[in-house]
C-alpha cells in the first residue's frame, strides 16, 4: 500500500510569484487535507477536499486554493506568494469526512521558502 | 488565540520511565482530541486517540487521558523508549470526528536518554 506522497520536496520562490504543490492521496483515500506548518509552530488547517469539492476552510487569504481530481490526488496553488508563506506544507488523506471518517495520513510535506 | 496549547516546548526522561505530555484546550465545542508523532523530515504520525465521551484510552505503552471539566488531557508512554524521540503534538476536532478541521498545538519535544 503506498502512503501520502507530496512533491516537491523543497523550492524556493521570490515573493509575488506562484507556486503549485501536489499531493498523491493513499490509496483508497478520498478525503485530502492541506496544512500550513510554521517555523516552531504546529499544522494550521488551510482547507479539505472531499470527493472532489472543498469540505471547509481554515482562516487563510483566497490567494490559497486548491484542487481534487477524480484519482483523488490533489493540489495546493498559493498566488503572490509573500515572505510569511515559507513554511511546510503538508498534506494529509483519509477515508469519508466528518464523523464516521478515519484518522489522517500525513505526507513528509514540502517546504517552501519565499525570498 | 491559541486554541489548544503544549505550554512544554521539550522534555527530557531517561528510558524505562515514564514520560507525560500535556496539552490544554480553550475550545468547549472540541469532541475529540489526537496525538500525533513527527520524526525530522517526516509527515506527522498518528498515535492514538479519545472521543470526548471517554475519560482514557490506551494502546499499548500509550495511554491518553481527558479531563473535560479542566480542559486538559495528557499522554503517557510507559515505559519510554529511545525511539520515541520525536516532537508530539496534540490536536483536536470540533464536530467532524478525526477526520476533519484538526486544530494542533505547537508540539513538545521528547528526548527519551539511554
Redesign the interface.
Known amino acids: 500500500e503506498t502512503g501520502?506522497t507530496q512533491s516537491p520536496t523543497h523550492l524556493i520562490k521570490t515573493r509575488g510569484q506562484q507556486v503549485t504543490l501536489r499531493c498523491s492521496s493513499q490509496s483508497g483515500h478520498n478525503?485530502v487535507?492541506w496544512?500550513q506548518q510554521a517555523l516552531?509552530?504546529?499544522?494550521?488547517?488551510i482547507f479539505?477536499y472531499y470527493r472532489e469539492e472543498e469540505n471547509?476552510r481554515?482562516n487563510f487569504p483566497p490567494r490559497f486554493s486548491g484542487l481534487q481530481f477524480p484519482n483523488y490526488s490533489s493540489e495546493l496553488n498559493v498566488n503572490a506568494l509573500e515572505l510569511d508563506d515559507s513554511a511546510l506544507y503538508?498534506c494529509?488523506s483519509?477515508?469519508?469526512?466528518?464523523?464516521?471518517?478515519?484518522?489522517?495520513?500525513?505526507?513528509?510535506?514540502t517546504r517552501l521558502t519565499v525570498l | 488565540d491559541q486554541q489548544v496549547k503544549q505550554n512544554s516546548p521539550s522534555l527530557s526522561v531517561q528510558e524505562g520511565r515514564i514520560s507525560i505530555l500535556n496539552c490544554d484546550y480553550t475550545n468547549s465545542m472540541f469532541d475529540y482530541f489526537l496525538w500525533y508523532k513527527k520524526y525530522p523530515a517526516e509527515g506527522p504520525t498518528f498515535l492514538i486517540s479519545i472521543s470526548s465521551i471517554k475519560d482514557k484510552n490506551e494502546d499499548g505503552r500509550f495511554t491518553v487521558f481527558l479531563n473535560k471539566s479542566a480542559k486538559h488531557l495528557s499522554l503517557h508512554i510507559v515505559p519510554s523508549q529511545p525511539g520515541d524521540s520525536a516532537v508530539y503534538f496534540c490536536a483536536a476536532s470540533e464536530g467532524g470526528g478525526s477526520n476533519y478541521k484538526l486544530t494542533f498545538g505547537k508540539g513538545t519535544l521528547l528526548t527519551v536518554n539511554p
Do not use: H, I, R, W
Request: proline letters at 6%; a negative charge; glycine letters at 32%.
Open positions: 501520502v478525503t487535507s496544512y516552531g509552530q504546529g499544522p494550521q488547517f479539505q471547509g481554515g503538508l494529509a483519509s477515508v469519508g469526512s466528518g464523523l464516521g471518517g478515519n484518522e489522517q495520513f500525513f505526507g513528509p510535506g
